[in-house]
């Protein structure tokens, strides 16, 4: 899962990054202070892991990961030379999903790039320069494509489509409401990589004394849920200042200082949940004394494509799966006693894989 970080200067934006990736990218209270894109991989927080690992006296316990993408500070005219973050823009064409991270607490010493505090200003100014920028990339794209329109079909249909596209962009609007009941329509769609076509996981950035009950007092988050919620986006609610602190501890020293703030996660856990959430994304876990392992997969994927996640031969060759619940698995102590007492089950191509399903491929190639 590969996810992109962006928001105007000074907003928390590479602290937020510094601290889920400890990449140590530089941070400080002036604008376009991260030139180059930052890059940091990230394990993925998963207990599950560590118990199966302990059960198979496993040699080597592999995570699901996460790559982070941090860019320049967008500021209103990006698009049109103003700042440094427009020309970074094509770094995050490529991921999965834009983490866009919106200042939500007042302070004298944090200056804003607009001079005052205001979540649904700064969200729009943000997705205004993501609109100029899938603008830009469509009139290329149109250029390219209706220079060979006139004798081909299935050309001049899709100009018809990028068309219709642009001038939706152009309205004001982000490519995710653009609809279309066009199957080779919505396939053209997914293949653009258009930004604001992407779903959007805004992190509200509070201070300290918002975290405890979650933003529930803060108006700026108030405002950031309600504007979140139209446009069937995730909304997060962390404290970039307190999530770095929380990177430079221990496991165990994390548990405790989250314990004492009244928190029940890190900002990290609810970024990933989110993350999840929104993508539409499960892990089935595979151990043995060798390896245990965390897959990623998109909800309602079929035994031979899951098995394919670990290698084409698998998905080829498929045979069975024999799953077992992780709960049932760890319950009954062992893989033998989960199968004398009938948990471990045989499942063939039209299997859904499930979140928690330990699994066991049987393939022949």
């Given amino acids: 899962m590969k996810l992109g970080i962006v928001g105007l200067p000074n907003v928390g934006k590479s602290t937020l990054f510094n601290s889920l990736t400890k990449a140590g990218a530089e941070s400080a209270n002036y604008p376009f202070c991260t030139i180059d894109p930052n890059i940091g991989i990230v394990p993925v927080p998963d207990e599950r892991l560590t118990v199966l690992g302990n059960l198979y006296n496993t040699e080597k316990v592999v995570p699901a990961a996460i790559e982070f993408v941090d860019i320049a500070g967008l500021v209103k005219g990006a698009s049109k030379g103003e700042g440094l973050g427009n020309q970074f823009l094509s770094n995050i064409r490529e991921v999965d999903a834009i983490v866009h991270v919106v200042r939500c607490f007042d302070d ?163 970024l990933i949940s989110a993350s999840y959430s929104i993508l539409g994304l499960i892990s089935y876990l595979t151990a043995g004394p060798k390896e245990t392992k965390a897959w990623t997969i998109t909800k309602g994927t079929k035994a031979p494509q899951a098995a394919g996640k670990i290698h084409s031969d698998f998905e080829r060759g498929f045979i069975r799966a024999e799953i077992v619940n992780y709960d049932n698995l760890i319950e009954c102590g062992s893989y033998n006693a989960a199968k004398d007492k009938g948990l471990v089950r045989s499942e063939g191509k039209e299997y859904v894989v499930q979140d928690g399903d330990v699994v066991l491929f049987r393939f022949n190639v």
């Fill in 108 to 270: 004298s010493n944090v200056i804003h790039v607009d001079g005052s505090v205001n979540p649904l200003r700064d969200i729009e100014t943000i997705n205004l320069e993501l609109i100029f920028s899938d603008m830009e990339m469509l009139e290329r794209r149109i250029a390219r494509t209706s220079k060979g329109a006139k004798n081909d079909k299935a050309l001049a249909k899709e100009l018809e489509l990028l068309e219709r596209l642009k001038s939706h962009l152009e309205n004001g609007y982000m490519a995710k409401s653009f609809t279309t009941d066009d199957e080779e329509e919505k396939g053209l769609l997914n293949g653009y990589n258009l930004l604001t076509y992407k779903p959007v996981i805004y992190a509200a950035n509070v201070k300290e004394d918002d975290l405890a009950d979650d933003g529930a007092t803060n108006d700026y988050v108030k405002q950031v849920r309600e504007f979140a919620k139209n446009e069937h986006s995730e909304v997060f609610v962390i404290c970039a200042q307190i999530e770095q602190e929380i990177a430079e501890l221990e496991e165990d020293e994390k548990k405790m200082f989250l314990e004492d703030m009244g928190l029940s996660e890190s900002g990290l856990e609810k």
